[in-house]
């Protein structure tokens, strides 16, 4: 008889699965290790706390990472992904705009959260903003130690993923937000049989008011391998009402003569480093192609 649960951390080849209550430290069968936090499974016991995944649900949406060698899931069936910036230690503005095509091509709503909104150099970095909030970004500005009250709408009633550098404060967030986030961490070490485990994880939390909270490990890198010209292209909404206007229809706007993009990116209608990003993400996907051929 299989049971069923919701995966609430990930660890390589093993997940905590939350069921009835309790927590099951499950592995996939066999090599399978294409589980991600907030996956609905099935597993069959194995002994006393532990049991081994046999099915996963249909998922409503996936978001994760890859690179030529290796694909990194980080979360499923989301209702929003929340990129964390801060002022300190800086923007890194590249992994941002990864994070948030990322969640483009997986259909996921994203926002921005501006955390330590107290420091007085967030004013800057805020004021830099308001550019993605001109797509179509929300950006919420937050300060975790102080005052998380702006996010709380937001949250309510939503299955959320927090992603972003270290340094930028999530787990501070993660602690404002969720009160028994460090009960919940000592809950899954001792599942883990003390420390069995070592690699970084993501873990989800149930929000006070309802919904879900899932934490990811701090990163510096988003690799975008699994996506296609044309889902890179189709991953910047502000680029739609410029597509078919270039000289060439397989323009890739990059150094074409006549491109639409490049020539609204030089008038101010799109932001020039979206674009130099775009260009960049472009450029990786040509280059990996050559390897693999």
């Known amino acids: 008889m299989l049971n069923s649960g919701r995966v609430v951390a990930t660890f390589g080849k093993h997940c905590l ?24 499974v099935e597993f069959k016991p194995i002994g006393p706390g532990q049991g081994v995944i046999e099915r996963v649900a249909p998922r409503r949406n996936l978001l994760y990472r890859s690179d030529p060698f290796k694909t990194k899931y980080f979360a499923a069936n989301l209702d929003q992904v ?38 007085a150099q967030t004013a800057a970095l805020h004021d830099h903003l308001k550019g993605y909030q001109a797509i179509g970004y929300p950006v919420i500005p937050v300060s975790a130690r102080h005052d998380v009250s702006p996010l709380l709408p937001l949250l309510a009633g939503k299955t959320s993923v927090l992603i972003g550098p270290s340094g930028v404060g999530k787990s501070t967030l993660v602690n404002a937000l969720v009160p028994e986030a460090d009960v919940r961490t000592a809950e899954i070490s001792r ?16 929000l006070p008011g309802g919904g879900a909270l899932i934490d990811s490990p701090g990163m510096q890198e988003f690799g975008l391998h699994h996506l296609s010209l044309d889902q890179l292209q189709a991953a910047f909404p502000e680029f739609r009402p410029y597509l078919g206007h270039c ?24 932001l020039a480093g979206r674009l130099r990003a775009y260009q960049a993400l472009v450029e990786e996907r040509l280059a990996a192609d050559q390897l693999h051929k």
């Not at 890194?92 to 259909?107: F, H, I, K, T």
């Not at 599942?191 to 149930?206: I, Q, S």
């Open 17 to 40: 699965v939350e069921a009835d209550g309790g927590i099951v430290d499950c592995v996939g069968r066999g090599r399978k290790t294409d589980i991600a936090c907030g996956d609905g």
């Open 191 to 206: 599942a883990l049989n003390a420390g069995r485990h070592t690699t970084t994880h993501t873990r989800l939390y149930a």
């Open 247 to 270: 000289r060439f229809y397989n323009c890739r706007h990059l150094k074409e003569p006549d491109c639409a993009i490049t020539a609204a990116a030089a008038s101010g209608a799109i």
């Open 82 to 119: 929340l990129v964390v910036s801060a002022a300190e230690p800086g923007l890194n503005e590249n992994l941002l705009n990864r994070c948030l095509v990322a969640a483009q091509a997986a259909g996921i709503p994203a926002a921005i959260v501006l955390n330590k909104a107290d420091l």
